[in-house]
């Protein structure tokens, strides 16, 4: 089999009820058999429901595609075994039998997924450390110096306080919207 050496998103068809303990195993296994530069994010895609009973409002975690997980990965005869042999997994979505080789999601797709579950692609790499003076670059507080309080990676924001009319006031901004000083 050949294939493209480049990281790609996969869906990976499991029992129903088991998606969690699916990517549980994965990223241990992954680990385990030292195939982290192969396998890099597995996603069980989940939306918040908010439901309200007995006057009180409960938020829940609903699965977007039950019996399926998403895996970031780079496609090989090793890392499809892996994935393949966990237990839990059923097969991958997209490969018809026996050496096909799984097709992978398309860019549009996956973008889809990760926005709905606020985690847009593509991350950005940062340097920015906590405590850190920076300068806001777009929106409403361009301009404006202030020091960073709180990263947050996954949502790709920063919590960073400006000192406006005198006081300081926390502002969440993205990672594209300030600038080290």
Request: negative net charge; aromatic residues 8%; charged residues 30%.
């Amino acid at each position: 089999m050949s294939y493209i050496m480049e990281k790609q998103w996969f869906v990976v068809h499991t029992y129903s009820g088991y998606e969690n303990k699916v990517k549980a195993n994965l990223e241990k296994r992954l680990e385990s058999m030292g195939m982290e530069d192969k396998i890099f994010r597995v996603l069980v895609p989940e939306d918040e429901e908010t439901e309200i009973k007995n006057g009180k409002k409960k938020v829940s975690k609903k699965k977007v595609f039950p019996g399926y997980v998403l895996a970031e990965m780079v496609m090989t005869d090793d890392s499809w075994y892996v994935v393949r042999n966990t237990p839990g997994v059923t097969g991958f979505v997209g490969s018809t039998g026996s050496g096909q080789k799984p097709i992978p999601l398309l860019d549009e797709e996956v973008e889809v997924v990760l926005k709905r579950m606020g985690m847009d692609e593509p991350i950005t790499e940062i340097d920015f450390e906590v405590k850190e003076s920076v300068r806001v670059t777009d929106g409403p507080f361009t301009n404006f110096t202030g020091s960073i309080e709180h990263i947050d990676i996954d949502k790709q924001k920063v919590k960073v306080h400006v000192n406006m009319f005198g006081r300081e006031t926390p502002v969440e901004l993205e990672f594209s919207q300030i600038e080290k000083l």
